[in-house]
């Protein structure tokens, strides 16, 4: 079974630095997707962004990019410029593209301002 | 502009009482899914469905029953509500060329 590992339960950011929210993954797979959630006091979790194995090219999203090393089963986030808005539980997530979503146990981050 | 529909947001049950929490999708997409996220944990799959008609069990399916009669809709029914069936509830959509799903605002269900 696949397991998805977050290893920083907190990480706190002065606002308009950058952060970097760590994640490792276990699979025997070579084809699948990785995302990162938010999940704000809301509740509501939110596609930050999706990185497909396959494309060697790291994701990015505005202010989100990934660091996606295959080899070493990692995925990390980086947030640049950091925002009050940006303040959430944080999840990292696998699908081998199948029917199953895997979470990690999530992070939370702080921005002070 | 919908997406994904859960309801209630709040629930509040007594052991053994039954209770379905609904979830409505006006993306048609074909796969949907019910997760619980428990406190401090991300979400654990529960049921899952690949179209009407089809569903199949995820990570932790026990004392959960689910059914698909349309495309739309997939409601989760607990049979006789359990403490340990505290949690919060998710309903997703995946939307399938790109492998994205989509959440509801979640179910906050409490057993007394």
């Known amino acids: 079974a696949q397991t998805v590992t977050q290893s920083q339960p907190e990480m706190s950011v002065q606002e308009a630095e950058t952060v970097t929210l760590s994640c490792t993954y276990d699979t025997s797979e070579s084809d699948y997707y990785l995302f990162w959630y938010k999940q704000p006091p809301s509740r509501q979790m939110i596609l930050v962004i999706r990185q497909e194995a396959y494309k060697q090219q790291n994701a990015t999203e505005n202010r989100f990019s990934v660091n996606f090393q295959k080899a070493a089963k990692s995925f990390s986030l980086k947030i640049s410029d950091s925002q009050l808005g940006d303040a959430a539980m944080y999840f990292c997530a696998y699908n081998n593209a199948g029917n199953m979503l895997t979470f990690g146990g999530g992070t939370r981050l702080m921005v002070k301002p | 502009n919908a997406g994904v529909t859960q309801t209630p947001k709040f629930q509040v049950l007594k052991t053994g009482q039954s209770m379905t929490l609904q979830c409505a999708q006006d993306m048609n997409h074909e796969y949907m899914s019910w997760y619980r996220q428990d406190p401090g944990m991300g979400l654990r799959l529960i049921h899952y469905?690949?179209?009407?008609?089809?569903?199949d069990q995820g990570e932790v399916p026990n004392g959960y029953n689910v059914s698909r009669s349309t495309t739309e809709d997939f409601p989760l029914r607990l049979l006789s509500a359990a403490p340990s069936q505290t949690s919060v509830y998710f309903c997703?959509?995946?939307?399938?060329?790109?492998?994205?799903?989509?959440f509801g605002a979640g179910t906050r269900l409490s057993v007394l």
């Open positions: 469905s690949v179209g009407a008609g089809i569903t």
């Open positions: 997703a959509s995946r939307e399938g060329p790109k492998n994205i799903q989509y």
